[in-house]
């Protein structure tokens, strides 16, 4: 069965500094993985997706991933936090193996960005 | 607005009452998710339409649950005698059919309250 983990309940930053948020994933066949940020009392906004290709992923408002095979990783980051990236977190994986290619969500990581 | 609409934003009901929630995808998506998200948790796969076909359902999805997608567009979800543990956020997505790795467009969600 495929599942993600989110180690960090919550990452603090500073404003300015580089972030990331972990995320490590467990399927049987290729991944197919995905970052969604939800912010208060809102949907989930996708962000980015790896599906094949490059390992470095490049994104909405700036964020990146980095995938990992050997890692079994694909953490999320940034060069340069903003307040305004303090927000809830989720990676998640594509169940692709079925017929609906639903997600499969992580638990979620809080991000708080300290100006 | 383009993007996934769902009604009502808030529900507050009384326990053994029955409710609906209305998502409405965006227009050229044919295929459409219902997750459910409680608090502190990522969210969790209830059921996926392609076209107006209910494809999967997930054992979270109790014989009080019941979804329809009429006419391939809009679909409700309806839940019938609520219980308190029915209380969480109702989000709603839809992609598009013509890949397996096509990211989901979420709506705001509807939160349900059951007193």
């Known amino acids: 069965a495929q599942s993600v983990a989110q180690p960090e309940d919550q990452v603090n930053v500073a404003e300015g500094n580089p972030l990331t948020v972990k995320c490590t994933y467990s399927v049987s066949g290729n991944p197919y993985l995905f970052w969604y940020v939800q912010y208060p009392n809102r949907g989930l906004q996708f962000l980015l997706k790896?599906?094949?290709?490059?390992?470095l992923v490049k994104g909405s408002y700036g964020f990146e991933a980095e995938f990992n095979k050997s890692q079994t990783s694909f953490h999320l980051k940034k060069p340069s936090a903003l307040v305004s990236d303090s927000a809830l977190y989720f990676c998640?994986?594509?169940?692709?193996?079925?017929?609906?290619?639903?997600?499969?969500f992580g638990t979620g990581t809080l991000l708080a960005v300290q100006p | 607005d383009t993007g996934v609409s769902q009604d009502p934003r808030h529900k507050i009901t009384k326990r053994g009452q029955n409710v609906t929630f209305r998502c409405d995808p965006i227009s050229e998506h044919n295929r459409l998710y219902w997750y459910r998200q409680t608090l502190g948790q990522g969210p969790e796969f209830l059921t996926y339409f392609q076209n107006e076909a209910q494809l999967e359902k997930s054992r979270l999805l109790s014989d009080r649950f019941s979804a329809e997608r009429p006419k391939g567009s809009f679909s409700t979800l309806e839940i019938q005698r609520t219980e308190q543990g029915d209380s969480a956020m109702y989000l709603c997505?839809?992609?598009?059919?013509?890949?397996?790795?096509?990211?989901?467009?979420f709506g705001p969600g509807t939160r349900l309250t059951v007193l």
């Open positions: 998640a994986v594509s169940d692709y193996g079925g017929a609906t290619n639903k997600l499969i």
């Open positions: 997505a839809s992609s598009l059919g013509n890949g397996d790795y096509n990211e989901q467009f």
């Open positions: 790896y599906i094949t290709g490059d390992n």
